[in-house]
């Protein structure tokens, strides 16, 4: 078959012919029974498991008896450093840089260009304009339409992709080695040429607004969409969300000009991995790229973030159909280079990083039974970040849920990491970091995110060394300081009928809104019901 699959077997009346023929087969094999006794001196038949005497069964060897070795854990592994071997860097005229990492183990190529630009560089009114434009690339350039360029790619059995993120966005191609001219080809043709032709803004607009139904009906996204809302506020772009209103007011005219603005060489970086030859590609590359001019506007900080009184303040966003309570809630968190962070990554890992291990996982779902899910996370940007938990529950379990998590974020910071929790944490976040890293091209791309981070290479190749150093007193000191279970926000999605008596009960604070409101707070504001 096309798939690689064997066929199935053809059936009769339900079942397949195999078990026909194993029916038959065992039905010849049987004969009538003989009501005759067996002849004096005659073999008997061996006495059955069921017949054997106790004497025997309790002469038996179990080989497997007192094997409690079995049963340990084989000990953590020790974190290594990642190989950078054949990693090297060509500085372009133009300013971007071709980051060079060849790996001949198979015969695949990857070109990605990171670009330092993103929907932090939106403004404050038109929330989506750097995803807008970032969709519109591959959907035609100024050589080939959007077919032409899909038909291109399939033919070759390569793929392209396009993402524009928070501070970093990407235009990736990868395929077999012989696509790396195509791959270069493109990547470069899609970042340069674009024809933002009018037909297609208007299909990528209306797939945009579906996504952002689709985010309106999904209750963990809503928390999260109206989370970071209320943790950065409607000033900081990490707070302000895609909007129906605001992909309206988007015009050729602002993707023009964003493209202009942001998707230019200076500070870009090229990262081309796999199996191939350094000097070939740069050559390539200096063709490709001759005549590409342009800097980066400087970007400005963006604002600190609100601060948040003592307590926990909750955001009621009322979905009357759901049977279940999302939340999420948390507090500021920490930038990319702040000194604490490697040994957050350790205390978050026994919070709630560590799946079945963790202490939320344990305490809320094995031991509480309140949630089939719960996990925790630091999210890092250039200037500030975020630390969120978010899980779901029973409407009716939803106070008792809150109240264990806040348990044991107060616990965490008087019970610190034990020396076992923290061998477990170093052992995953150390010993198996290598596997996140299987690839040339996972490596290329994160050592392409530190240097637009500011960040050396030994950023990514020794952070299993960094953790497996880290002394329980750091990690102990960087939750104290970095971890606030006194100040929280928190937005819960879920039915106002039923939930919010329960807060009220409960003496929590809230403020009600519906689930169709603006995920912004002036607008918020104006239309929600207090409930001190």
Known sequence: MADGRRPAARSLGGFPWSIWGLVLTLGACATPGDPRPPAAGAARPPATPAKAS???????????????????APPP???????????????????????????????????????????????????????????????????????AIATTVEAAGATLNTRAGYETSQIGCSGRREQLGLCLGLVAELA????????????????????????????????????????YGDAHPAGRAISAESLARITRTDLVAFH????????????????????????QVRRLLDGWRGGAPRRAPPPALPPIANGLHLLLVDKPELTQSFFALGHGGVSVKDRARDALRLGNYVLGGGGFSSRLMQQVRSAGGKTYGISSAFEAHADDGAFRIAS????????????????ELAQLRLQPPSAAELLGAKGQLAGGYVLEYQTAAHLAAALAHAQLAGLPDSYVSELPLRLDALTLEAV???????????????????????????????????????????ISAALRDAAATPHP
């Open 476 to 518: 102990a000191t960087a939750i104290r300081d970095r971890l606030h279970p006194d100040q929280l926000i928190g937005t819960v999605v879920g039915r106002a009928t039923t939930v919010a008596p329960l807060l009220r009960q409960a003496g929590l604070p809230f403020t009600t809104i519906s689930y169709q409101a603006p």
């Open 260 to 283: 202009r603005r942001q998707l230019v060489p200076q500070g870009a970086i090229l990262a081309v991995s796999g199996d191939l030859d350094p000097a070939t590609v740069a050559r």
């Open 54 to 72: 106790a004497a025997a069964r309790a002469t038996s060897v179990d080989p497997w008896r007192g094997r409690t070795d079995l049963l340990q």
């Open 77 to 147: 592994r020790a974190g290594v450093r990642l190989p950078l071997a054949g990693l090297s860097r060509v500085a372009l005229p133009n300013g971007v840089t071709l980051l060079l990492l060849p790996d001949p183990t198979l015969p695949l190529i990857s070109v990605q260009l990171h670009l330092p630009c993103g929907s932090i560089d939106d403004p404050a009114a038109q929330a989506g304009l750097a995803a807008f434009t970032f969709e519109m690339l591959p959907q035609g350039t100024r050589r080939r339409g959007a077919d």
């Open 392 to 407: 779901f529950t029973r409407h009716e379990e939803l106070v008792p849920t809150l109240r264990l998590v806040l348990r």
């Open 192 to 231: 340069r040429e674009p024809a933002f032709a009018p037909t297609e803004i208007e299909e990528v607009r209306r797939r945009l607004l579906g996504e952002v139904r689709d985010a309106r009906d999904d209750p963990s996204t809503l928390a999260a969409l109206h989370f970071a809302n209320q943790l």
